[in-house]
């Protein structure tokens, strides 16, 4: 069977559906292709006894005016939900015991997270030296600004928690690049927050208010509203084999689909997928050229979810707790997802979500199931003070290609990504693999995308 549209777009995660949403609204034919029998990527919220949870990302920063913009284009079908004000603090464990991250200079004096020499040191950031080295690592950046113990107990958690990643590999302009931004645009983090808060904002901008966001219910219901809006005989689930071919002027995006081999032929063709699929869709293009994208590293991450319909354990008034590596435990850090939106467990319950893995523990990737909640479990009951109870329930999800890695070699991958596109003319490579890993990221992405094509 063959088709023609004006545009495909390969998966149906946050980006793709994105994408599609704004396309179609502005009149455009487009086809999704998605591999799953559902939509939403890893984007997946499940209900169980009367407590719902995710098994992805648990929660989004609404950090950008177009990630505002797409839920006031979607308000009728979805409803956004910030985090409670109780959840605002994160903390750190530091020796067994957990300790407030500060949010001001007060508490930055009186933390037992830095060092004395540190603090002092902090008060001389504005004033020392802009960097000069462009492939400078997080960790390096940190420790020349802040201070080791800056980078010990505030980003290495922070890295883990986002990246679950490596600050020593992780290159700051690609990374972090607010970050990167702040010191080379003024020559301080200190002094480019001031001034760049007194920058006049438009509307959406004021409103981009780097809360942490879900919708009720679960993200699952954002997913449903971009769904219900493209339409479901707009996308194509449970697609195999999937390959495009380049002919003349046109893409033809092969692939079976309910025992039919189906051709659809259309001018623009935009990926989504992670970078360890490109070689097998994009047939036109030969692997070892593709070598600079594919060798992308991914942080292979573990989430165990746990519940308990009558916590015993410490009161949990934060949005979570992570663990920096200098504290040697088994655990990424641990979320408190039912402190930070409502509804969320029965009444006197608790939710857990615990990471494990990342770039540094790939170890604990290869563990059994088994052995994977007994580590859970003991690192829950010894952090939050329970006396060895059993959770309710507790179930664990593995991602071998969970967060993929903005390290040194990200330039090459990015360059090779512009030069593609290019090179073959309706061609785009979208999702992850460039312009950031966060949901506000993945929005952004594709508004700019759809607002270049449109």
């Given at each position: 069977?063959?088709?023609?549209?004006?545009?495909?777009?390969?998966?149906?995660?946050?980006?793709?559906?994105?994408?599609?949403?704004?396309?179609?609204?502005?009149?455009?034919?487009?086809?999704?292709?998605?591999?799953?029998?559902?939509?939403?990527?890893?984007?997946?919220?499940?209900?169980?006894?009367?407590?719902?949870?995710?098994?992805?990302?648990?929660?989004?920063?609404?950090?950008?005016?177009?990630?505002?913009?797409?839920?006031?284009?979607?308000?009728?079908?979805?409803?956004?939900?910030?985090?409670?004000?109780?959840?605002?603090?994160?903390?750190?464990?530091?020796?067994?015991?957990?300790?407030?991250?500060?949010?001001?200079?007060?508490?930055?004096?009186?933390?037992?997270?830095?060092?004395?020499?540190?603090?002092?040191?902090?008060?001389?950031?504005?004033?020392?030296?802009?960097?000069?080295?462009?492939?400078?690592?997080?960790?390096?950046?940190?420790?020349?600004?802040?201070?080791?113990?800056?980078?010990?107990?505030?980003?290495?958690?922070?890295?883990?928690?986002?990246?679950?990643?490596?600050?020593?590999?992780?290159?700051?302009?690609?990374?972090?690049?607010?970050?990167?931004?702040?010191?080379?645009?003024?020559?301080?983090?200190i002094k480019g927050s001031i001034k760049k808060a007194k920058?006049?904002?438009?509307?959406?901008?004021?409103?981009?208010?780097?809360?942490?966001?879900?919708?009720?219910?679960?993200?699952?219901?954002?997913?449903?509203?971009?769904?219900?809006?493209?339409?479901?005989?707009?996308i194509y689930k449970n697609c195999n084999n999937v390959t495009?071919?380049?002919?003349?002027?046109?893409?033809?995006?092969?692939?079976?689909?309910?025992?039919?081999?189906?051709?659809?032929?259309?001018?623009?063709?935009?990926?989504?997928?992670?970078?360890?699929?490109?070689?097998?869709?994009?047939?036109?293009?030969?692997?070892?050229?593709?070598?600079?994208?594919?060798?992308?590293?991914?942080?292979?991450?573990?989430?165990?979810?746990?519940?308990?319909?009558?916590?015993?354990?410490?009161?949990?008034?934060?949005?979570?707790?992570?663990?920096?590596?200098?504290?040697?435990?088994?655990?990424?850090?641990?979320?408190?997802?039912?402190?930070?939106?409502?509804?969320?467990?029965?009444?006197?319950?608790?939710?857990?979500?615990?990471?494990?893995?990342?770039?540094?523990?790939?170890?604990?990737?290869?563990?059994?199931?088994?052995?994977?909640?007994?580590?859970?479990?003991?690192?829950?009951?010894?952090?939050?003070?329970?006396?060895?109870?059993?959770?309710?329930?507790?179930?664990?999800?593995k991602y071998q290609h969970a967060i993929p890695q903005y390290?040194?070699?990200?330039?090459?991958?990015?360059?090779?990504?512009?030069?593609?596109?290019?090179?073959?003319?309706?061609?785009?490579?979208?999702?992850?693999?460039?312009?950031?890993?966060?949901?506000?990221?993945?929005?952004?992405?594709?508004?700019?995308?759809?607002?270049?094509?449109?």
């Amino acid at each position: 069977m063959t088709i023609k549209t004006d545009i495909i777009i390969i998966g149906a995660g946050l980006t793709g559906l994105t994408l599609a949403f704004y396309l179609k609204k502005a009149g455009k034919n487009v086809l999704i292709i998605e591999k799953n029998d559902i939509v939403g990527g890893v984007i997946q919220t499940h209900e169980h006894d009367g407590f719902i949870y995710e098994t992805g990302p648990n929660t989004g920063v609404l950090s950008n005016p177009e990630l505002v913009q797409l839920f006031d284009d979607l308000k009728n079908d979805c409803e956004l939900e910030t985090a409670n004000k109780a959840s605002k603090q994160r903390w750190i464990l530091k020796k067994g015991k957990w300790n407030a991250l500060p949010s001001g200079a007060f508490s930055a004096i009186k933390t037992p997270l830095f060092s004395f020499k540190d603090k002092l040191k902090i008060l001389g950031e504005p004033f020392r030296k802009k960097g000069t080295n462009p492939n400078e690592t997080v960790a390096e950046l940190v420790k020349r600004r802040m201070g080791k113990s800056f980078l010990d107990y505030a980003v290495d958690p922070f890295i883990s928690g986002i990246y679950a990643g490596d600050p020593n590999k992780l290159v700051t302009k690609f990374a972090l690049p607010k970050l990167y931004n702040l010191e080379q645009n003024y020559g301080s983090f200190i002094k480019g927050s001031i001034k760049k808060a007194k920058l006049p904002k438009t509307q959406l901008e004021k409103r981009a208010t780097k809360e942490v966001f879900s919708t009720k219910g679960g993200l699952k219901n954002l997913i449903s509203a971009l769904e219900k809006n493209i339409e479901q005989k707009n996308i194509y689930k449970n697609c195999n084999n999937v390959t495009i071919e380049k002919s003349n002027n046109s893409f033809n995006t092969i692939f079976e689909h309910k025992d039919h081999n189906i051709n659809i032929i259309s001018k623009k063709i935009i990926t989504t997928v992670g970078a360890y699929a490109l070689p097998e869709i994009l047939s036109f293009i030969d692997k070892k050229t593709l070598e600079p994208i594919t060798n992308l590293e991914y942080a292979k991450v573990i989430l165990t979810v746990a519940g308990y319909k009558n916590w015993k354990g410490i009161g949990l008034p934060a949005f979570g707790g992570l663990v920096p590596t200098v504290e040697k435990r088994n655990v990424l850090g641990i979320l408190f997802p039912s402190s930070i939106f409502k509804n969320r467990t029965p009444e006197k319950g608790v939710i857990l979500s615990v990471f494990m893995g990342g770039i540094k523990r790939p170890d604990l990737f290869e563990k059994s199931d088994n052995e994977i909640k007994q580590i859970a479990i003991e690192e829950i009951n010894s952090t939050l003070n329970l006396d060895n109870i059993q959770p309710d329930f507790i179930n664990i999800y593995k991602y071998q290609h969970a967060i993929p890695q903005y390290d040194e070699k990200s330039k090459k991958r990015f360059e090779l990504i512009s030069q593609l596109e290019k090179q073959h003319e309706g061609l785009l490579l979208a999702g992850n693999i460039r312009n950031g890993i966060g949901m506000a990221d993945r929005v952004k992405q594709a508004v700019d995308i759809a607002n270049s094509i449109i």
